[in-house]
């Protein structure tokens, strides 16, 4: 009955793999989010989708990818990954891109980069 | 978030007592203020909000205020107890996309037994 859910839940990886974050949602929203939090705790948008289009795109590099097969999953590719991308990452979804809805979080995906 | 300023940063209170958590804002279009209380190892989940047509919300122990003229709207938890420990978020439109919300820093608050 999960709403949100991301996979994996950890990932250890080397400098300079690639890897990448699967997210479904099961709620029938329309709108899908990626966010990052670093260790402060710092919650920063990166990327959202409606209806399987980019929709907002923050400054982020381009080796990190979204991908969205259909509106129920948003996906997270990161290429040639750096120390700097440890963090948190949460999926995210609300019913619409209206911005005035409930953003219903996944339980997050931890990563470190060594 | 560049447009939302939170404050304090971490704050701890005495089980039983009051804990109050202010945000400000820029941009005076704003009419959606969303509180989020993310607990260790979770993601953030929603709480409380408000819209710029009422100045004040409550839901049990947890009320939110807002005053547009001075651009802040804050958060208000009574009769704390321990399960509130957590980290709390506001949040607001982002000034010039309304359909996108920016974060404040958060607060992490600790409720002491």
């Known amino acids: 009955d999960t709403a949100v859910s991301q996979t994996p839940k950890y990932l250890v990886t080397q400098m300079g793999n690639d890897k990448s974050i699967k997210c479904e949602q099961n709620?029938?929203?329309?709108?899908m989010y990626w966010y990052k939090q670093d260790s402060k705790k710092f919650l920063k948008i990166m990327f959202s989708?409606?209806?399987?289009?980019?929709?907002i795109n923050e400054t982020v590099p381009n080796r990190f990818s979204p991908k969205s097969p259909d509106k129920a999953h948003l996906n997270l590719h990161i290429n040639s990954l750096e120390l700097g991308d440890s963090a948190v990452y949460f999926c995210?979804?609300?019913?619409?891109?209206?911005?005035?809805?409930?953003?219903?979080f996944g339980p997050g995906t931890r990563l470190l980069v060594l | 978030g560049e447009n939302v300023e939170q404050h304090p940063s971490t704050l701890s209170v005495q089980e039983g007592d009051s804990a109050v958590i202010k945000c400000t804002y820029s941009?005076?279009?704003?009419?959606?203020f969303p509180w989020y209380k993310q607990e260790l190892g979770k993601g953030p989940q929603l709480i409380i909000d408000?819209?710029?047509?009422?100045g004040e919300k409550k839901d049990q122990r947890i009320a939110v205020t807002l005053n547009k003229t001075a651009k802040h709207f804050s958060l208000h938890i009574t009769e704390t107890q321990p399960e509130d420990s957590a980290v709390y978020f506001c949040?607001?439109?982002?000034?010039?996309?309304?359909?996108?919300?920016?974060f404040g820093s958060g607060t992490q608050l600790t409720v002491l037994p």
């Open positions: 408000i819209r710029s047509n009422v």
């Open positions: 995210a979804s609300s019913p619409s891109l209206a911005g005035k809805e409930t953003q219903y």
């Open positions: 989708y409606n209806n399987k289009e980019l929709i």
């Open positions: 949040a607001a439109p982002r000034a010039g996309s309304a359909r996108q919300l920016t």
């Open positions: 709620l029938g929203h329309d709108t």
């Open positions: 941009d005076s279009a704003s009419n959606y």
